[in-house]
Antibody, heavy 118, light 109 residues
Framework: QVHLEQSGAEVKKPGASVSVSCKAS????????IHWFRQAPGQGPEWMGW????????RYAEKFQGRVTMTTDTSITTAYMELSSLGSDDTAVYYC???????????WGQGTLVTVSA | EIVLTQSPGTLSLSPGDRATLSCRAS????????VAWYQHKPGQSPRLLIY???ARATGVPDRFSGSGSGTDFTLTISRLEPEDFAVYYC?????????FGRGTKLEIK
């Protein structure tokens, strides 16, 4: 069955970068886009962007342009999201999700808590 | 960008009740139906319930139904089961950025 396993919680200082991984299994990795979202406490999920593992094409939300990089390693069916220049407002749970077509996400990872604190 | 407003913020009902959750978009959603609903329980990842405004995702019980088009969408749970108490989000996935609403918390009365 489809499963997305994310890396563990991270604590970072302001100004640092964080990388979150998302290991996919149970389906053809190159056949589905991977999206990244984040969710701050009390808020709805926020879309950050997607990557097409087949060709590596990406689309980022304007809010994160210049600060986020999404990559994949198809040999190990893993997607990565790196966010730089962290601030306290980047504290959130970060999720990866598989999509049907370009934008409908049907399976999500378990989430990775990223805490930014001095 | 399209902003989604969900109401009510919190809905207090009892098992067996009917729940009606609303989602209003700031502008018409592309193709009028690119709206999804997700259920989110604490410590779990969001679960896709409804897509295309009305289609149930695989394995979703038929007590969940979606309706609406254009800017107004509704998720209805016909008879609440104890496991249905959670937070529900609507999302539009037709136009980037694929925004979510702030959610409706469905709690036990």
């Amino acid at each position: 069955q489809v499963h997305l396993e994310q890396s563990g919680a991270e604590v970072k200082k302001p100004g640092a970068s964080v990388s979150v991984s998302c290991k996919a299994s149970g389906y053809t990795f190159t056949g589905h886009y991977i999206h990244w979202f984040r969710q701050a406490p009390g808020q709805g999920p926020e879309w950050m962007g997607w990557i097409n593992p087949n060709r590596g094409a990406t689309r980022y939300a304007e809010k994160f342009q210049g600060r986020v990089t999404m990559t994949t390693d198809t040999s190990i069916t893993t997607a990565y999201m790196e966010l730089s220049s962290l601030g306290s407002d980047d504290t959130a749970v970060y999720y990866c999700a598989r999509s049907q077509g370009i934008s409908l996400t049907d399976y999500w990872g378990q989430g990775t808590l990223v805490t930014v604190s001095a | 960008e399209i902003v989604l407003t969900q109401s009510p913020g919190t809905l207090s009902l009892s098992p067996g009740d009917r729940a009606t959750l609303s989602c209003r978009a700031s502008q018409s959603v592309i193709s009028s139906t690119y709206v999804a609903w997700y259920q989110h329980k604490p410590g779990q990842s969001p679960r896709l319930l409804i897509y295309g405004a009305t289609a149930r995702a695989t394995g979703v019980p038929d007590r969940f139904s979606g309706s609406g088009s254009g800017t107004d969408f509704t998720l209805t749970i016909s008879r609440l089961e104890p496991e249905d108490f959670a937070v529900y989000y609507c999302q539009q996935y037709g136009t980037s950025p694929y925004n979510f609403g702030r959610g409706t918390k469905l709690e036990i009365k």
